[in-house]
DNA sequence: CTGTTAGCGCTTTCAT
DNA sequence: ATGAAAGCGCTAACAG
């Protein structure tokens, strides 16, 4: 069923089916209507590799981030997913595995396909993806962190701000020896890091030897297993900045295994507001990220720039938010 | 920089420079090797449009799934991804929302795209669906229930059997009053909501009245919300089991929220064995699904349907596990 | 082993 | 407002 089938049963050539459903207006009412109608019955579905051929421009967006194994990437794909569904665009992911020589790939996989746009997360600093992308001819987002310059369009929080914050309400909450749980090696949560050192180095409260991380992907499981390796070795600690909610989840866990009294004894601050974190008892203190927003927002650019849209913005900051819950809600600072 | 450009420069035609790439036995050593290198020298990269139209057949994989908000999702991406990984495939993902209209309407994208092969789930008795699933032209996989008939092949566990052995562990543990929280209506919980039935009702432990759901994605904040529920209507119930882990958290929260004992009072049994079921204090006992296996097992499926292996297995049944944990174990019936 | 020819289904000119 | 011709980049089929 393709095209010139539709033409023949309608008596007209093949370019006027296509008038009509790419630019309807251009075709007389009836004949458009006759047209519409003989698609319908016949259920012709227009080809999209010849069409791809044809324009030399693919109806799909490219996403391409370093893990999908974490929580954050589904809201994120949900904000995407919401917003391309009345549109015409499809998506496609990849993940890199925080490999570069993977994401290289993949990002050539992707030009083959003449994108009409891409949205890429963790690329940062890795230098032959950044060229690749320099000469993508289709509109770019870099989303999540706002820190940096991006080559086309920026879209996210600011990540040294958010550690900033975090350490910052630890301190205000009258923690005084505070850890850092979870692998900050990534730009963005590296970001956190220096954000989080900066507050706490100059009051002499900054100690490396209060930093836990493995390199996995962050779960709760994982937070458990840091916490416990974190109690032994600096038994003073009296508080967590985690790297995620998944962590501080699992550091929680493993503070009521063990009768540690959350937050009398010890506080704990996590990071994206994960769905559970409002449920859990006590409930997380923790960063709250746009993650479903910046799905939406940054296909809403892609778009914007495919309708050739005027004077928009290089970079959005979508602003983070820290919610003080139970976790480090001191009887003695409430504030 | 097309094939042709490639082929100008190795000084033969365009046929053998694609040759040298998608077989290259054909290619007398020497010259594929000057052509591969001259591949790599210029940055050719195929056109994927062009290749789908000449072959009429895409080196994409479709899948869909009912939702990709929930956690289990996740998992099952990630096995596909690995899996996927080696190849030169691509994988589509789509969701439909839980909407039958959405879902035919993503599956008729799919189609337009001569997809190399499929995977959906959820989309069992839905009329329109099936009809179109009935017509692809590819290798298609239904994955998550082997207790329906495939189209072509199926792939999961047996959701009935689950929902039997959730029931029997639970009576097994001493509980009595058993109920059940989260929305069944999707046809895979149905089916554990009609094997938890099938056990209870014989022993005239089956009560309508112990059945809470809300019409939602399960999430933690859900569970604690269905429970909350559940104890005002029924303050006799002594177990429950979930229709996923996030919901059985949110159980758990609930019942340290109201200071209810668990186990010793109160018995939860989740779905899904989620990375945090082992971590949780109490540990969830669960029902494990082999989630990443499925979505690994399912693109291996299509690939060696690609492959023209013979003698495949219409179903494949990877199985379910029952993980007696904390959360069921009462002192006096340890097992 | 390598080349020629033709065509995939659609859309872009350029006409009418 | 509609149509005719040409071509997007690649590969199947058939030579040689």
């Known amino acids: 069923m393709t095209l010139a089938d539709v033409a023949r049963a309608a008596g007209v050539s093949a370019i006027t089916v296509s008038r009509a459903l790419r630019n309807p207006e251009q075709v007389s009412p009836n ?25 030399k421009k693919s109806s799909v967006f490219a996403v391409l981030v370093p893990s999908m194994a974490e929580y954050i990437f589904m809201n994120v794909m949900s904000g995407i997913e919401d917003c391309v569904r009345p549109t015409e665009y499809r998506i496609q992911y990849a993940n ?22 891409i949205i890429v997360s963790g690329t940062e600093g890795h230098v032959e993806s950044m060229e690749l992308l320099q000469k993508v001819g289709c509109p770019l987002v870099q989303i999540m962190d706002t820190g940096l310059e991006p080559i086309d ?49 100059p009051l002499g409260l900054f100690d490396p030897a209060f930093i836990f991380s493995e390199d996995r992907s962050p779960s709760v499981r994982g937070g458990a297993r840091l916490m416990a390796r974190l109690l032994e070795t600096a038994p003073e600690i009296d508080a967590v900045f985690c790297r995620s909610d998944d962590i501080a989840l699992g550091a929680l866990f493993e503070c009521q295994r063990r009768g540690i009294r959350v937050p ?25 990220v746009p993650r479903y927003e910046m799905g939406y927002c940054a296909v809403g650019m892609l778009l914007d720039r495919e309708k050739g849209v005027q004077d928009m913005p290089k970079v959005v900051d979508l602003g983070f938010q820290l919610i003080h819950r139970e976790s480090t809600r001191r009887p003695k600072h409430q504030d």
Chains 1, 2 share one sequence.
Do not use: W
């Open 264 to 288: 009398e004894d010890f506080g704990i601050c996590g990071f994206s507001d994960l769905s559970f974190a409002n449920t859990s008892v006590p409930a997380l203190t923790t960063i709250r």
């Open 153 to 201: 369009m920026g879209l996210g929080i600011n990540h040294f701000d958010a550690g900033k914050a975090a350490a910052q309400h630890l301190v205000d909450c009258g923690y005084r020896h505070i850890g850092l749980l979870g692998d900050f090696a990534g730009k963005r949560a590296e970001r956190r890091y220096h954000g989080f050192h900066s507050i706490l180095a």
């Open 31 to 55: 004949l458009r209507h006759a047209i519409l109608k003989l698609v319908d019955d016949l259920g012709y579905v227009p080809d999209f590799a010849a069409r791809t051929l044809a324009t």
């Open 96 to 117: 890199s595995h925080m490999d570069v020589r993977e994401e290289i790939r993949q990002l050539k996989l992707f030009l083959g396909q003449n994108p009409a746009g």
